[in-house]
């Protein structure tokens, strides 16, 4: 049995930091997102009687990434246990490759998962929905949820593992630029900057109340195809967050110098007509959003700051053929 899948990363738009339950990986707020189309993640899924096994990226995974791997595995064949399914008791070789950034604040945990989800549950067997696949994803990676929707997403953050998924919500049209001025891994995992902001950061709970209303205000700006009312949600969105982790201690600061530079270029690029707004999520790579008319003058206007790429609403995680 060999199956394979590819999922692309999502980007938040209100941000997902901090979890109600750490095992079955329920948020303490709800989220949204636009999914990129590039920056993917292929995965293939091949059982076998040895043990498990896992290669990202051309290599064996370090025993962290591993395990992370093999747990979620456990959940799959859970999964096949409760259905009667002979494949209960098989061990997988994962493959996988990430075309985007690993662990650097660009989702590459949500495309994987994403992916690994997909695959896991066609090699296993499992017949499952769009919203039983975004529940499983949830439990590799909350923000891979989201991951399995097509272009924009919404996570219910719900209170349970049946009632916490993602779905599709229309958004107005736009596009984003990424600028990624440091592709190396992260020294801090969005999971463990997540407790320590938790177990330290005493604006945690302001943190939770205004995540919130930020996602009730984002859904009516939505609905309302408000670009500019998005863009700003999002911008001042994604501060807080960073305000919330910056104030842990001992501190973790995911932005850079050269991160703030980038900001500041957008609220620029306001000042002279271009309508952007950016965003960060738990690394010093900015995401920026425009409408799609805007693209190419976004990117020429940050391209000094690091390496761009330009990205349009893409599709959710799906099945490939096995080479
Ligand atoms: P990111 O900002 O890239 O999402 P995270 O700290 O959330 O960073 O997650 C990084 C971790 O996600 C990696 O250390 C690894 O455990 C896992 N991961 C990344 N890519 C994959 C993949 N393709 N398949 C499975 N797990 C992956
Ligand atoms: C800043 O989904 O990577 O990107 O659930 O522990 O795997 P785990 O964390 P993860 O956190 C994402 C945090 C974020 C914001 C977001 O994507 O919503
Ligand atoms: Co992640």
Redesign the pocket.
């Known amino acids: 049995m060999v199956s394979a899948a590819r999922a692309h990363p999502?980007?938040?738009l209100?941000?997902?930091?901090g979890?109600a339950d750490d095992e079955l990986?329920i948020?303490v707020a709800g989220?949204m997102?636009m999914t990129l189309d590039k920056f993917a993640t292929t995965t293939q899924v091949e059982l076998t009687t040895d043990a498990d096994r896992f290669e990202l990226n051309g290599t064996v995974a370090d025993a962290k990434a591993t395990g992370r791997t093999t747990a979620f595995l456990d959940l799959v064949r859970n999964l096949a246990a409760e259905a009667g399914l002979d494949t209960a008791n098989a061990k997988a070789n994962v493959i996988s490759v990430n075309e985007g950034p690993t662990a650097a604040?660009m989702?590459s945990?949500?495309s994987g998962?994403a992916a690994l989800a997909t695959a896991a549950a066609d090699a296993y067997g499992l017949k499952l929905s769009p919203k039983d696949l975004s529940r499983l994803a949830?439990r590799?990676?909350?923000?891979?949820s989201?991951s399995i929707i097509d272009r924009f997403a919404i996570?219910h953050a719900g209170t349970s593992d049946a009632t916490s998924y993602a779905e599709a919500i229309d958004a107005p049209e736009m596009a984003m630029v990424s600028v990624t001025v440091n592709a190396a891994a992260k020294k801090v995992?969005?999971?463990d900057g997540?407790v320590a902001t938790r177990q330290t950061s005493p604006y945690y709970q302001a943190w939770i109340d205004v995540t919130k209303t930020t996602l009730d205000e984002m859904v009516l700006a939505c609905a309302a195809k408000d670009f500019t009312r998005v863009g700003e949600i999002t911008e001042t969105h994604a501060h807080r967050?960073h305000a919330v982790i910056n104030a842990t201690h001992p501190p973790i600061r995911y932005l850079a110098p050269v991160s703030w530079q980038v900001f500041d270029e957008v609220a620029a690029m306001r000042e002279d007509g271009i309508e952007a707004y950016a965003t960060a999520?738990?690394?010093p790579n900015v995401v920026i959003i425009c409408r799609p008319v805007d693209t190419d003058a976004v990117a020429a206007r940050v391209a000094e700051y690091g390496q761009i790429n330009t990205f349009a609403p893409g599709p959710g995680a799906h099945l490939v053929d096995t080479a």
């Open positions: 999502n980007i938040a209100v941000k997902y930091w979890k990986i948020p989220s997102s604040g989702a945990s949500a998962f949830r590799g990676s909350g923000s891979a989201r996570w995992s969005s999971r997540m967050m999520d738990a690394g």
